[in-house]
């Protein structure tokens, strides 16, 4: 098998582009594969350079066994394969989402006051109503919570204040957490409990919002929440319950992975247990390149566990996102230059000595260091640290991460090429978030989420949701990477964008490159996972404002469908 295989990527060398009719070659298999599923007449976008464009492909054991044209491949049929006409629908790589928290209690069972996955605005009084119904079954003093709230999609075109929360109760503490996860908004009785009033001073890190009359607004940000998350109750879960919601939870929101065609998903941290329960009772649809922090990364490092442990299905990957600096959306990263109009320069969390000893401490026990950074300031800090550390402990291939990398210079690209890191940059942002970006100001966009400077760098740029601040949905963030247009139709930074081909390519094998796992998938080859999803319509012909719109038809890992439409 692997002899046939090199002979024929010779072949595919001097064959060069296109459709090579390699298949049929009666040399290649002593006795042909007896393929499980062959997937033919489709248009086939592999990402794979040695043959871009396929007809047909052929699936044994979870693997691609065949590619080429639907001619060659329809030759393996045999009585016991399953076959798929695709009748020129298009097919591409399984996605990869690079940064994603993965909350699936909080989608599964709690109150969600916006839409996760889409674009939507709702009003003030649909939040109000839903959370009334939530503090109906609720005890009084216990908290009320309404989740994925987004600020900038409200139709009443105002902030959620107090006095609107005060509609929902007086009896309970009601709270609506921003989906960015660093605002909060409270209503009256909330603040009574813990103590806060007008002349409460702010913290360091955090401020209790006012509004015109210098009255409490309900709006408080960072770190001013902790005393107040601390008043009221909520429900206690014995231990078997909450295991039992972290299973159904994770079986949820891997559903709604795969319904996008996400085949593959770095989680930061979660509930490991219920991944492998999950996984063991067959309702894990998607792959996981797990991201440690807190005790598992402890115990990591401890018992030298590396990255890369782990199989096809959950792997140790890169570290958990450790904090350098704020966040994007929510307009706290860290810049060297002030936000236009003040004097403000962002927040940086980190010094550069706990930096540096975090990120050397990591990279000694072999584990791939991940660190957010934002702004050009973060981004320069990280580069600083994990030099530093190469130095110290040098290790060939080491592929730093960089979570969100969103506000690059010259410099930095040239230093992030010199030690090969992994960006893994916001995609839905650039449709979903435009409403944000007037904070930033061209000037500056044109520097964000830069994927054509990274590309043209050859640095491996990937695609980080950062779900739930981002939506998932990988054909809304190709959308944006192409046309940097959003959906109230503004553009920004239009110098960054890809081409669809780029686009697919940074969400699928650029993506397993961030998990050294660029041989196993990310693309359409033979020999690796068949990880593919079918669209209804071809991104390349459709206009660029439709992509998002493209129907996933069929999601497909390990060649068993997993989401059909
Ligand atoms: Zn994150």
Not at 183 to 194: D, G, I, P
Not at 375 to 383: F, H, T
Request: charged content about 25%.
């Amino acid at each position: 098998m692997n002899n046939d295989r090199h002979s024929r990527r010779d072949f595919m060398g001097l064959a060069a582009a296109g459709f090579a009719g390699v298949m049929a070659n009666p040399w290649r298999w002593a006795s042909p594969p007896d393929a499980d599923l062959v997937v033919f007449n489709a248009k086939v976008y592999t990402m794979d350079p040695a043959l871009p464009r396929a007809e047909a492909f052929a699936v044994k054991d979870g693997r691609l066994v065949a590619v080429g044209t639907t001619a060659d491949i329809r030759a393996l049929i045999t009585k016991r394969t399953q076959t798929f006409d695709a009748k020129q629908m298009t097919i591409v790589p399984g996605f990869v989402d690079c940064h994603n928290h993965a909350g699936g209690t909080t989608l599964l069972y709690e109150t969600l006051v916006g839409n996760p996955f889409e674009v939507e605005f709702v009003t003030i009084a649909s939040i109000v109503e839903k959370l009334k119904a939530k503090a109906q079954q609720t005890p009084a003093g216990m908290w009320v919570d309404g989740y994925f709230h987004d600020d900038t999609k409200l139709k009443d075109k105002r902030l959620l204040t107090r006095r609107d929360l005060d509609l929902v109760s007086t009896e309970h503490p009601v709270c609506v957490h921003h989906r960015g996860g660093h605002t909060s908004f409270y209503n009256t009785k909330a603040l009574e409990m813990a103590g806060i009033t007008k002349v409460t001073p702010d913290v360091p890190g955090g401020t209790y919002d006012k509004d015109a009359n210098g009255e409490l607004n309900g709006r408080v940000t960072d770190r001013a929440r902790g005393v107040i998350d601390r008043v009221g109750a909520r429900p206690q879960y014995s231990a078997e319950d909450r295991a039992r919601r972290e299973r159904d939870g994770m079986a949820h929101i891997s559903k709604q992975f795969v319904r996008y065609g996400l085949t593959s998903v770095h989680h930061e941290s979660g509930d490991l247990q219920a991944l492998q329960d999950v996984r063991a009772r067959g309702d894990l649809r998607h792959r996981v390149s797990y991201e440690p922090s807190g005790r598992v990364l402890e115990s990591m490092i401890n018992d030298g566990i590396m990255t890369g442990f782990g199989d096809e299905w959950i792997k140790f990957g890169a570290t958990s996102e450790h904090t350098v600096d704020g966040s994007f959306s929510e307009r706290t990263l860290a810049m060297s230059t002030p936000y236009p109009g003040t004097t403000y320069k962002g927040n940086v969390t980190e010094t550069q000595e706990t930096l540096d000893a975090w990120v050397e401490r990591v990279h000694r026990a072999g584990i791939q260091v991940n660190c957010h950074a934002n702004g050009d300031v973060a981004i320069d800090m990280y580069l600083t640290a994990f030099e530093r550390a190469q130095k110290a402990a040098p290790r060939a291939d080491a592929r730093p991460k960089i979570t969100h990398c969103t506000l690059i210079n010259d410099d930095l690209v040239r230093r992030m090429k010199a030690v090969n890191a992994v960006p893994a940059l916001f995609t839905t942002y650039a449709y979903y978030n435009t409403d944000k970006f007037v904070f930033y100001g061209e000037d500056l966009m044109k520097r964000c989420m830069a994927f054509r400077t990274l590309l043209d760098a050859g640095v491996w740029a990937t695609a980080g949701s950062d779900f739930s601040p981002g939506p998932f949905a990988p054909l809304m963030g190709i959308q944006g990477m192409v046309t940097r247009k959003g959906w109230d139709n503004t553009t920004w930074g239009l110098n960054q964008r890809v081409s669809v081909d780029e686009a697919i390519r940074i969400n699928t094998l650029n993506g397993a490159y961030a998990s050294f796992e660029e041989k196993l998938k990310g693309s359409i080859s033979e020999g690796k996972l068949a990880d593919f999803v079918v669209l209804g319509d071809d991104p390349h012909a459709v206009g660029a404002d439709k992509i998002k719109d493209i129907q996933v038809v069929r999601t497909v890992v390990g060649g068993t469908t997993v989401y059909q439409a």
